[in-house]
């Protein structure tokens, strides 16, 4: 991380310190999570799902399956946990500007909309080849008053769109705040991201234990917790409350892309080794040089080489497994919570559906699995569309 | 002595300030560089620096970055532009410090790297993404192989952190003119960097060498002349590359040439 950035890191860290022990922030965030945000979000039991499972499992009953809806929350994701948050801190550090990186887009939503909220000004950076696939999501940003420059450079993606952020910052240090959209980059981003993302695993917690009280359970815990990962914010958020939960069963998906080789995914967990990038040391994909690899995924949202430094370290201790799952079985989840539940997940969140599909499948009926529901499909269906026309599917000719 | 620190020693004992210019390493081709080493050495460069090519400089404006992506889409790599500063070292009067990414260092491994520099005849790195909290290792894994470490102080940095920057260098400091990337854009230095040199001979004996934003004969002068800044060297980087990526290939050495004897100008 180069040095000019370490000052406003340290003074991120010391205004973050200060509002998490301020009573006020607290009152504040917590009042705008719910009547703002529309926290809490509610826990759903997908029955239909389920039910599937055991009939692909060839099984008589499979793990019952609850969708923890992220998807309900405003602006249609997880990711304005944290930029409500984080926009609360920016007007505490006295600064009037905001930059963000956005890959599907829904960071860049998330974080035009708490700007426009707390009357802050919003730049949002955007790989160009992004833009062109959640196209829908530039407008809403628009809409909201945020400008949106495309970045042309690299892969023209995510990861590129953070490095161009982070020159912004460089040279705005002063009078601006780069709200970061997941728990990667530098500390003290990878803590405040968990920290404001946590509340959904604290919810499905108490959710959990109060639906199995309405049946006459006393069970408090699910057996298994499942998320996509991409930089890994909204899995982040389900773990982390139940990390010292030894019972629960953790697992995050990661984007299997077309296949294992360097290129075709964006799987650092699964198929990278430890690397330097934005400013952590983590799980990364880069050539045997440090040149950080090109990446792949169906989905914006997880098309970025690294992933939280968090992860990493939960993968190496042996509490989380993560796995990938591919782009057509993500794509084939996407239409199957759709048609069974009547949810239509963003393709990124579909990740985590089709792991749970499966993994329910494996366990037996009284097991619980509780799948992060990270954010709706709507910006997807285009390029949903499109990939469902190239491989020949049904109805979409 | 290594010969980075000869050669701001014997430039201080000269009362002689110092031109560091920066190349993009394998920009335009690895041709182009072999020919623009001596070249600038021939104009006035006492110490030239080489970019290693990066995937994602994020401290780099766009002259710099463009520069690194063409190189890397052209096959240059690490290995190939330690190849060519070693076919050149031997005729070589200046020094020559790499500027590298500690992504490319922590994933070659630092011993292996900075031995790979060592034989290829490099002088020194400057690690310009490595925090201070993380350069300890680094600066010790280049000392051995006898190579000088160079890390950034920013106008941001307090004075107290800067001591500390400076306590983990050797050769000498990097002193940034200014905060944000490198490039030609946001005005060049001006005479408030003499303040911050003041400062910062304060804490530290080393030489100060300062980067960003130098483009200029007049620029290097407000950086290094002793009624300005009096800084130890200026460090020009994007407004050379711009002048090789400019003249193409083939033309790349006698373009970085003709503007590094301008620049020397700037020294007196």
């Known amino acids: ?252 998906v990661e984007a299997g892309g077309r296949g294992p080789g360097l290129g075709s995914h964006a799987a650092p967990l699964s198929h990278g080794s430890p690397g330097v990038l934005h400013g952590s040391l983590s799980y990364v994909l880069q050539d045997e040089d440090g040149q950080t690899a090109s990446v792949h995924s169906c989905s914006a949202g997880l098309d970025y080489p690294g992933v939280g430094p968090e992860h990493s370290y939960w993968k190496d201790v042996g509490r989380v497994e993560y796995i990938a799952v591919d782009d057509d079985q993500a794509l084939d989840s996407m239409l199957l919570l759709s048609r069974m539940e009547g949810v239509l997940p963003a393709l990124e969140t579909a990740h985590a559906v089709a792991a749970a599909v499966r993994i329910a499948g494996e366990m037996g009926a009284d097991r619980h699995i509780v799948i992060n529901c990270s954010g709706r499909g709507d910006k997807d269906v285009d390029e949903a569309a499109r990939l469902l026309r190239e491989r020949g599917e049904p109805g979409f000719e | 002595m290594n010969r980075i620190e000869s050669i701001f020693s014997s430039g201080r004992e000269s009362g002689r300030k110092l031109l560091m210019p920066f190349v993009c390493g394998g920009s335009p081709s690895l041709d182009d560089m072999r020919e623009t080493l001596p070249a600038l050495a021939e104009a006035g460069a006492s110490i030239i620096e080489v970019g290693i090519p990066f995937s994602d400089p994020i401290a780099d404006g766009p002259v710099i970055a463009e520069a690194m992506h063409h190189a890397l889409e052209s096959g240059v790599t690490p290995r190939s532009v330690m190849d060519v500063v070693a076919s050149v070292r031997s005729s070589l009067s200046a020094g020559v410090v790499a500027m590298t990414s500690v992504s490319i260092v922590e994933r070659m491994g630092r011993d292996r790297f900075v031995g790979m520099l060592a034989d290829s005849g490099f002088d020194g790195v400057i690690f310009p993404d490595a925090p201070l909290e993380e350069a300890g290792p680094l600066a010790h894994a280049a000392a051995g192989r006898g190579l000088t470490t160079s890390l950034l102080v920013a106008p941001t940095t307090p004075v107290e952190r800067a001591k500390q920057i400076c306590d983990e260098c050797t050769g000498f400091v990097y002193v940034l003119a200014r905060a944000g990337i490198t490039g030609e854009s946001g005005g060049g230095p001006t005479r408030a960097i003499r303040e911050r040199i003041e400062a910062l001979r304060s804490v530290t004996h080393l030489p100060l060498a300062v980067g960003f934003g130098i483009g200029s004969p007049e620029h290097v002068r407000t950086v290094v002349s002793p009624e300005a800044g009096d800084a130890d060297a200026a460090i020009v980087g994007t407004a050379l590359v711009r002048r090789m990526n400019d003249a193409g290939p083939g033309n790349a050495a006698n373009a970085a040439a003709a503007f590094c004897s301008e620049l020397a100008s700037g020294l007196v």
């Open chain 1, 1 to 252: 991380m180069p040095e000019t950035l370490v000052a406003a890191l340290r003074e991120l860290e010391r205004a973050y310190d200060e509002a998490i022990a301020d009573d006020a922030f607290h009152a504040e965030l917590d009042h705008l999570l719910k009547t703002f945000v529309g926290r809490a979000t509610p826990l759903f039991e997908a029955k239909r799902l389920s039910g599937l499972a055991a009939e692909r499992a060839g099984k008589d009953g499979a793990a019952r399956i609850w969708l923890k809806r992220e998807d309900l929350a405003h602006t249609g994701a997880h990711k304005i946990n944290n930029t409500i948050g984080q926009a609360l801190l920016t007007r505490r550090m006295g600064k009037r500007r905001v930059i963000a990186e956005t890959g599907a887009g829904q960071h860049g939503v998330a974080t035009a909309t708490a700007c426009a909220h707390l009357g802050l000004d919003c730049t949002v950076y955007m790989g160009a080849e992004d833009v062109r696939r959640q196209h829908l999501n530039v407008v809403r940003m628009k809409m909201m008053g945020a400008k949106v420059c495309p970045v042309d450079s690299g892969s023209r993606t995510l990861k590129d769109a953070t490095n161009e952020a982070m020159r912004d910052w460089m040279s705005s240090v002063d009078t601006t705040h780069y709200i970061l959209g997941s728990v990667v980059g530098p500390h003290p981003f990878p803590r405040i991201v968990r920290d404001l993302q946590a509340c959904i695993g604290r919810e499905a917690k108490e959710q959990f234990a109060e639906a199995m009280a309405g049946e006459g359970s006393k069970k408090l815990l699910p057996d298994c917790v499942i998320a996509c990962v991409g930089g890994g914010s909204n899995a982040a958020g389900l773990f982390y409350p139940f990390i010292d939960d030894a019972s629960v069963r953790i697992v995050g």
